[in-house]
T-cell receptor, first 112, second 112 residues
Framework: AQSVTQLDSQVPVFEEAPVELRCNYS??????LFWYVQYPNQGLQLLLK??????LVKGINGFEAEFNKSQTSFHLRKPSVHISDTAEYFC??????????FGRGTSLIVHP | NAGVTQTPKFQVLKTGQSMTLQCAQD?????MYWYRQDPGMGLRLIYY???????DKGEVPNGYNVSRLNKREFSLRLESAAPSQTSVYFC???????????FGPGTRLTVT
């Protein structure tokens, strides 16, 4: 079985400030990890993914995430956010099956 | 490439009515999925199809049926709609295990 916990349901931040969205997972097998972004009234689109190799993964729009196996975490970071980053962010884990498990989402709200 | 397309975009049903949500992908993906998204609940898997000719239940299959019509198309049917099925429905596709999913724009369904 696998599960994902996104520790914050909402993260408010000012424009140009750094941000970290937290994601912890549990799985009995090796995992693949994903972050998706959902802009208002749209579907989800992939930000970045970790399959293997380097634990620091870079994605689109200046986002990056670090896989930490010992802490079973995959936190998403951006050094300087823009208003346009306001969206819902979902962490997902894929373990021993075809089926990813999604977290409940974190709403990133960027204030001017 | 259109990616993943869904029809309709919006639908209002009365309790007890039936309808079919259509999904098609043009990326030659093997796997297709149906999710529902409710506030604070993240994405919950209704049904999936790992490959053409196969379908399996996800986390919340009750009240739904699916058909994998061919490799491109995967439909979701509500036989007798209930207010609890008011939600936003997303179709997704993917090449297979270990790969990201590609999402459609969603169908916003209201059951009164």
């Amino acid at each position: 079985a696998q599960s994902v916990t996104q520790l914050d349901s909402q993260v408010p931040v000012f424009e140009e400030a750094p941000v970290e969205l937290r994601c912890n997972y549990s799985s009995s097998v090796s995992v693949y990890l994903f972050w998706y972004v959902q802009y208002p009234n749209q579907g989800l689109q992939l930000l970045l993914k970790y399959l293997s190799g380097s634990t620091l993964v870079k994605g689109i729009n200046g986002f990056e995430a670090e896989f930490n196996k010992s802490q079973t975490s995959f936190h998403l970071r951006k050094p300087s956010v823009h208003i346009s980053d306001t969206a819902e962010y979902f962490c997902a884990v894929l373990g021993g099956s075809y089926i990813p498990t999604f977290g409940r989402g974190t709403s990133l709200i960027v204030h001017p | 490439n259109a990616g993943v397309t869904q029809t309709p975009k919006f639908q209002v049903l009365k309790t007890g009515q039936s309808m079919t949500l259509q999904c098609a992908q043009d990326m030659n993906h093997n796997s297709m999925y149906w999710y529902r998204q409710d506030p604070g609940m993240g994405l919950r898997l209704i049904y999936y199809s790992a490959s053409e000719g196969t379908t399996d239940k996800g986390e919340v299959p009750n009240g739904y049926n699916v058909s994998r019509l061919n490799k491109r198309e995967f439909s979701l049917r509500l036989e007798s709609a209930a207010p609890s099925q008011t939600s936003v429905y997303f179709c997704a596709s993917g090449p297979g295990r270990g790969y990201e999913q590609y999402f459609g724009p969603g169908t916003r369904l209201t059951v009164t």
